[in-house]
Nanobody
Framework: QVQLVESGGGLVQTGGSLRLSCVVS????????MAWFRQTPGKEREFVAG????????YYADSTKGRFTISRDNTKNTVYLQMNSLKPEDTAVYYC?????????????????WGQGTQVTVSS
């Protein structure tokens, strides 16, 4: 069974930075495309960033492009999300997700495995 555990969320001021981590156990990490999603109350879970198996290609939502960076370390079974220039509208629960399909999809339905989420709050 695959388990994903996020960490690194917290409270930060506008313009600040946070780095989220997601450790994956239970399967061969390098077989999975990985992504970060986020969700606020009453809204759909939305794609934030995704990365291919080998880490060569990254994809971002328009709202995070240029501020967020997704990366992975396959030797540590970990995917990261570096978030800079944070804004109050980035406040959400952030989830990491894994998919064996081989492509980065922006639709949550493609992802087989999910973490429990970590709260990010950006104060104005």
């Amino acid at each position: 069974q695959v388990q994903l555990v996020e960490s690194g969320g917290g409270l930060v001021q506008t313009g600040g930075s946070l780095r989220l981590s997601c450790v994956v156990s239970g399967r061969t990490f390098s077989n999975y495309v990985m992504a970060w999603f986020r969700q606020t109350p009453g809204k759909e879970r939305e794609f934030v960033a995704g990365i291919t198996r080998g880490g060569v290609s990254q994809y971002y939502a328009d709202s995070t492009k240029g501020r967020f960076t997704i990366s992975r370390d396959n030797t540590k079974n970990t995917v990261y999300l570096q978030m800079n220039s944070l804004k109050p509208e980035d406040t959400a629960v952030y989830y990491c997700a894994g998919d064996r399909s081989g492509s980065v999809f922006k639709e949550r339905g493609h992802y087989d495995y999910w973490g429990q989420g970590t709260q990010v709050t950006v104060s104005s």
